[in-house]
């Protein structure tokens, strides 16, 4: 199995629609994109959405075409519900948010992360290719694709961000 997905909801939504109206028909077509992604890529996805402010006590979750789908419980953010999902999950996650102060906690745990914006691009990606129509997308030109420019390596923690980053 591949990496498991922690996305943070709100921050997914506004990265791809700016303001959606209809709340609840956002998050229902999120998770149904990131279930034909979860079907595209064989990995693990968990959406988590803040219900801070909601007026029912406890925490909630359901699924939604197979995508668990966490509310906060009262009285704590998504980013406390992500980070320590992040830290139970260590290396095998990798956190969707471009939240920084997300982004640094779950770095301290070993999980990787994402912007909304890159993993929504990903996103697109997987599933125009899924449906078939990103195969002619490679030119076959020899060379190509090779790196140009001094070679250098990166440092050990970014190799190790790309490499969860490729997994995507």
């Known amino acids: 199995m591949g990496v498991t997905l922690i996305v943070d909801g709100y921050n997914m939504l506004f990265a791809r629609e700016g303001s959606p ?3 609840e028909a956002a998050r229902e077509e999120l998770a ?8 595209a890529k064989a990995h693990q996805v968990t959406l988590v959405f803040d219900a801070m402010h909601a007026p029912s006590f406890g925490a909630r979750s359901d699924r939604i075409r197979g995508i668990p789908v966490v509310y906060s419980p009262h009285g704590v953010t998504a980013d406390a519900v992500i980070v320590e999902m992040a830290r139970k999950l260590g290396a095998k996650a990798v956190v969707v948010s471009s939240d920084r102060a997300i982004q640094d906690r779950v770095r301290s745990s070993g999980a990787g992360f994402i912007s909304s914006a890159d993993f929504s691009r990903k996103l697109t990606e997987a599933l125009y290719e899924s449906m078939g129509k990103g195969e002619g997308a490679d030119s076959g ?7 140009k420019g001094p070679a250098r390596r990166l440092t050990k923690a970014k190799r190790t961000l790309l490499k969860k980053r490729e997994k995507l």
């Not at 030109?141 to 790196?147: L, V």
Request: aromatic share 6%.
């Open 32 to 39: 149904e994109l990131l279930a034909l992604y979860r079907k």
């Open 141 to 147: 030109e020899p060379g190509r694709n090779r790196k």
């Open 21 to 23: 109206r209809d709340l």
